[in-house]
């Protein structure tokens, strides 16, 4: 008993050690504005401003430094050229940066590099206004899924255009699966159930947790031990409205700082060359550890009950959810 204490005790010590010795910076990102969320909320301007007041509330106090990434198309068009500006508005008098996230959220997969940059400028206008009334610039760009372009020649198309038009590519070391916990989340609020709404919230942070404790040392090998100031994707959704500042306590429980995304890229390891071209929206953590030659460790998986329930109907969500046993 007392072995296995003191054994525990030294472990925890040792970690601590471990994050103390690291200086941990992160740059959080959200995709997907103004929201990811039903089709009638994205034709509602009155709700779509109570949804960006609401989150940058919930965001100011943390002080995030984050930055955001529009897909103008999300809004209906009957309503996008008179809500989006003042929504975009609102972000930005929170503090926040924001980045091109294309028009349409379109898939480079199924679609010409010619017809992908057309969707970037398409997205363009509105951020760009918003941020020149202030003195910023328009230079982030966030590709959808993570799809770089699946064959050399679309991924260097991309490259070019995206240079050419002078946007910054705005890389995730962070990847992970907060959409699926999102769309869970979702269909919990659609049939109120407000236990579960608490489960998946409680789930998505263990499972944040455990992407960190794999990710954080795979960081380190790319760079001789030193962790890397890491890249952050979330989304705009329900699901961080209420549980991001618990994401936010883990990363600060960690000993993170969190710092723009201009100052996260200004670390080395975003000059590492990136030689990886596949039909998959990766970390970049993956595309330089293939680029240097060494096997791709994955992150890990959401618990199959949130597998199950992102691929359901909202209408079996109670009973999956019954079905598990583990958290
Ligand atoms: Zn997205």
């Not at 009155?46 to 106090?61: E, G, N, Q, S």
């Not at 898939?107 to 970037?120: G, M, Q, S």
């Not at 030689?275 to 460790?297: C, E, K, M, Y």
């Not at 992102?310 to 109670?318: F, K, Q, V």
């Amino acid at each position: 008993m007392m072995r296995a204490l003191i054994c525990g005790l030294a472990a925890a010590l040792l970690l601590a050690q471990t994050a103390m010795a690291q200086d941990r910076r992160v740059a959080v990102t959200f995709d997907d504005l103004p929201f990811q969320a039903d089709a009638v909320t994205m034709c509602d301007p009155a709700r779509l401003m109570a949804i960006a007041h609401d989150f940058t509330a919930m965001l100011k106090p943390l002080d995030t430094h984050a930055t955001a990434f529009v897909n103008a198309g999300r809004v209906c068009e009957a309503q996008r050229d008179a809500v989006l500006p003042r929504v975009l508005n609102v972000w930005l008098d929170a503090g926040l940066d924001l980045g091109n996230h294309t028009f349409s959220h379109i898939n480079i997969h199924r679609t010409t590099p010619e017809a992908y940059l057309a969707d970037v400028d398409a997205g363009a206008p509105a951020a760009r206004a918003a941020l020149e009334a202030r003195g910023m610039r328009l230079r982030w760009f966030r590709h959808p899924y993570l799809f770089t372009g699946e064959t050399p020649a679309k991924h260097d198309a991309l490259a070019a255009g995206l240079a050419q038009r002078g946007y910054v590519i705005a890389p995730v070391t962070l990847d992970n699966n907060d959409w699926m916990f999102g769309d869970v989340y979702r269909k919990a609020e659609q049939i109120g159930d407000e236990a579960l709404k608490q489960r998946i919230g409680a789930a998505y942070v263990a499972y944040m947790t455990a992407v960190l404790d794999v990710m954080e040392p795979y960081s380190a090998e790319l760079t001789g031990g030193r962790e890397p100031a890491q890249v952050l994707l979330l989304h705009a959704n329900s699901l961080n409205q209420a549980w991001y500042p618990q994401i936010h306590a883990l990363y600060l429980a960690r000993g993170y700082r969190f710092v723009p995304l201009e100052a996260a890229l200004a670390d080395p390891i975003y000059a590492h060359a990136d030689t990886f071209v596949a039909a998959n929206g990766v970390s970049w953590l993956h595309r330089w550890t293939q680029t240097d030659g060494r096997p791709i460790r994955w992150g890990p998986k959401p618990p199959a009950w949130i597998v199950a329930a992102n691929a359901a109907p909202a209408s079996e969500l109670e009973a999956i959810a019954a079905n598990q046993t583990a958290p």
